[in-house]
């Protein structure tokens, strides 16, 4: 059978032609060198950079991580990109994108590493609307780590658009120690900030400096409404040199964000004394050592503390209530997650949103039995710890809101009442042995103040007051003075309260007699108030923030269940 396959078309003596010659190797230059290029330092020509808002890549070019060291082209502490690792392993990557560069300073300067903790971040040559400088932390491979740098200071005198700065710290507890002011500031303005949180230890015996957050300066506002993100504030102040367990409550700011212009958000985790060892609290009292975290700013559209909040101010002043002025201008959205003690909001103008879920003051400890002397039972009878108590429970107050308008008030219950049933039949219900338990929402206002010039149009509250004062028609800057603060007429819309009132007031354009709240002697203004409280008026002879007496609703038109003693 033949076959069918196809013959070359090639000449047979080509075809049997063989090379006369051995094919020439490919040339290794790896070989001739003295150093292998596989150990030979790998020099990218261009790194890919995401934008962290548009997320859409970024390049530039390699040669400007050199700028500052020429010999060194990767490893530099000026550049676009500036990383280093502390001692204990912790890698951590500080990348600018868009114009500028960032200058890192650690508190060794001089050893030509960045392996200690970081003194300054510098940021130098940004633009308010294109540079985006991002933070990461890796966290050490080899050792357990918390994965957390501490920074002392943050320096910005040209605007940035955006600084996230994830899993860094800003504190003056670096080590070893430098001789700065610990704090951020921002000259040029920034539109977004975000950062892991603050841990302020301040010795009042060496220093009184506090920390500050500084963002604008000079007397023109910012263009743009910053943005403040943190996690959690620990401000723990205390004197070395002292042998007495402070007592005397911080008024001054520890811990201040200056803002010259309008925040767009503050949003926080919390704001409160930090951990303190059970066995050593009695020497830091949470009223003697907490320090005063200030917001000053002109307005603040969205605040938001998801947990809670000790000593926390907002105003345009260093001290709030000082003046008719030192209000913030609005206060859009106000919300506070945890129990909230010894707070502060001084707000001119209207509070669209206020919202307090776990309550306005600290009823822990807070008094409720007298000795046979008159003398007040110490909160280490009920079970507290000595000087874990909040401020109610020293006499202090819990808390003061002043504004010209509240839209929408709500307060919860910041604990919870435990009780049997009255009948010895029913307590223990369901198995014999456990007695049967029903909770009920506890004291939602506890030595505080709500005070509005104007009126109310909406108060939920879930839970009792003691000592406690909702007044409409009533300036409190005003009462500051020593001033007739109740002059305007005002109302309440709506009032819903599911608890009782205990030495605790709800008035509408009313002045009490003699600081005694009564409808026989009291004088009823242009007021009204409209709604529900469910519980009792109870007068237990206590004294509201604002010295007065007596217990219930008062105002000159009231409709609804509204108990008065």
Known sequence: MRCKRR??????????????????????????????????????????????????????????????????????????????????????????????????????????????????????????????????????????????????????????????????????????????????????GVRTLSFNGIIAQLDSASTTTPYQVVIGSGNVPLKYSPSIYVNSIQDLVYNSSSTTVPTTPITSPTVQFVINGTVQNFDILSATQGPILAGYQFAFPVVGTTGRTAVQAMAVKNLNVHGSAVNFTVSRSAQPFTNTGSGVAYIHHAAFGGVSDAVGLDVNGPINTLKFKRGLGNPSGVSTAYTSTGQALPATQYGYTEGSTGYPATGLLGGVVSASRIHRLEVGAANSFVQTAQNPLFIQSREQGFPYYQATPGYALTNAIIATSGSIDSASITGSAQNSEIKTGFSYPTYVQGLEATRGSSRIRRLRMDGSLVSSDISASFRPANAHYSRLTGTAGDGSITGTVTGSAISTDGTTGLGNTGAGVFARHLRGRLPAV
Do not use: C
């Open 7 to 188: 013959r070359s078309d090639r000449y047979e003596s080509t075809r049997r032609k063989h090379a006369t010659q051995p094919e020439s190797l490919e040339s290794r230059i790896v070989l001739s060198t003295a150093l292998p290029s596989y150990l030979a330092p790998w020099l990218p020509t261009d790194l890919p950079v995401q934008n962290p808002i548009t997320h859409q890549a970024e390049m530039y070019q390699v040669s400007s991580l050199n700028a500052a060291n020429p010999n060194s082209p990767l490893y530099s502490n000026s550049g676009k990109v500036v990383s280093g690792t502390d001692r204990a392993g912790d890698l951590w990557t500080i990348t600018v994108h868009g114009p500028g560069r960032a200058i890192v300073t650690d508190t060794t300067p001089n050893d030509g590493v960045l392996h200690d903790d970081i003194a300054t971040i510098q940021l130098v040559g940004t633009s308010i609307k294109n540079t985006y400088v991002t933070g990461t932390v890796r966290p050490s491979a080899s050792t357990f780590t918390t994965g957390v740098i501490p920074f002392n200071q943050l320096i910005a005198t040209s605007g940035v658009r955006s600084i996230e700065l994830n899993n860094f710290t800003l504190t003056n507890q670096v080590s070893p120690a430098v001789n700065q002011p610990t704090g951020i500031f921002l000259y040029g």
